[in-house]
C-alpha cells in the first residue's frame, strides 16, 4: 500500500490549460502539503492543510487552488497554466500541525507546459 | 524570509571516501530534520533531531545538531554507491520547516 500517492506521474499540457494533482495518504496523518520542486531542485512550500483547515499560504499566484475534501485528500488545480509552472509538484503528509513530526511525500507529479 | 542555508551544493567523492553536508541559520531552530532524494525519486525522511548538541547515527551516517541550535551537519563515513542522492536538511522555525537547498552527492566507483 503506497502511503502518500499522487496522480498523475507525468503531466504534459499546453500553456493555458487547466489541469488538476491529486494526492491521497492513507497514513491517518492530520497534515497535508504541497510542495514544488524546480529544475535546481530547491523544494518550496506551497501550501498546508490541517483537517482540511488551510494553515500556510505562500506567496504563490492566485491560479493555484488547493482543495481538501477530508484529511486523507489534498488536490492541486491550476488554472492558466504558465510555463514557468513546469515543475515537479510533491504532496507530502506528517502527524500533527507541527514541525516535529518526519513528512512523508509522495512520489511527485512531473508537470510540463508546452 | 527565513532561510536554511546548506553547503555544499554539489560534492563529487571517490567510493569509499567521506563526505560531509552542513546547514546553517541565522535563527535559532527548533528542531532540524535530514531528507535523502534518490535521482528521480522523491525526499525520504531520514532522521530528526530536537536537542542542543545532539548527536544521532545511523549505520554510517552520522548527524549532529548543533549547541546553539543554529546548525546540523550529516557525515557519511566511507561513501558507497548506494549513497548518491540529494541530502537536504530542514529546519523548524515558528511553525514552518524550512528546506535547505540540498547537497547533491555523486559517487564514483
Known amino acids: 500500500d503506497t502511503a502518500v500517492s499522487q496522480t498523475p506521474k507525468y503531466l504534459v499540457t499546453q500553456m493555458g490549460n487547466d489541469k488538476s494533482i491529486k494526492c491521497e495518504q492513507n497514513l491517518g496523518h492530520d497534515t497535508m502539503y504541497w510542495y514544488k520542486q524546480d529544475s535546481k531542485k530547491f523544494l518550496k512550500i506551497m501550501f498546508s492543510y490541517n483537517n482540511k483547515e488551510l494553515i500556510i499560504n505562500e506567496t504563490v499566484p492566485n491560479r493555484f487552488s488547493p482543495k481538501s475534501p477530508d484529511k486523507a485528500h489534498l488536490n492541486l488545480h491550476i488554472n492558466s497554466l504558465e510555463l514557468g509552472d513546469s515543475a515537479v509538484y510533491f504532496c507530502?503528509?506528517?502527524?500533527?500541525?507541527?514541525?516535529?513530526?518526519?513528512?512523508?511525500f509522495g512520489s511527485g507529479t512531473r508537470l510540463t507546459v508546452v | 524570509g527565513q532561510q536554511v542555508m546548506q553547503i555544499p551544493q554539489y560534492q563529487h567523492v571517490q567510493e569509499g571516501e567521506d563526505f560531509t553536508t552542513y546547514c546553517n541559520s541565522s535563527?535559532?531552530?527548533?528542531?532540524i530534520q535530514w531528507y535523502k532524494q534518490r535521482p528521480g525519486g522523491h525526499p525520504v525522511f531520514l532522521i530528526q533531531?530536537?536537542?542542543?548538541?545532539e548527536v544521532k547515527k545511523q549505520k554510517r551516517l552520522t548527524f549532529q545538531f548543533g549547541e546553539a541550535k543554529k546548525n546540523s551537519s550529516l557525515h557519511i563515513t566511507a561513501t558507497q554507491t548506494t549513497d548518491v542522492g540529494t541530502y537536504f536538511c530542514a529546519g523548524g522555525s515558528q511553525g514552518n520547516l524550512i528546506f535547505g537547498k540540498g547537497t547533491k552527492l555523486s559517487v564514483k566507483p
Open positions: 535563527t535559532t531552530l527548533s528542531n
Open positions: 507530502a503528509s506528517s502527524q500533527g500541525r507541527t514541525v516535529n513530526y518526519g513528512y512523508t
Open positions: 533531531l530536537v536537542k542542543s548538541g
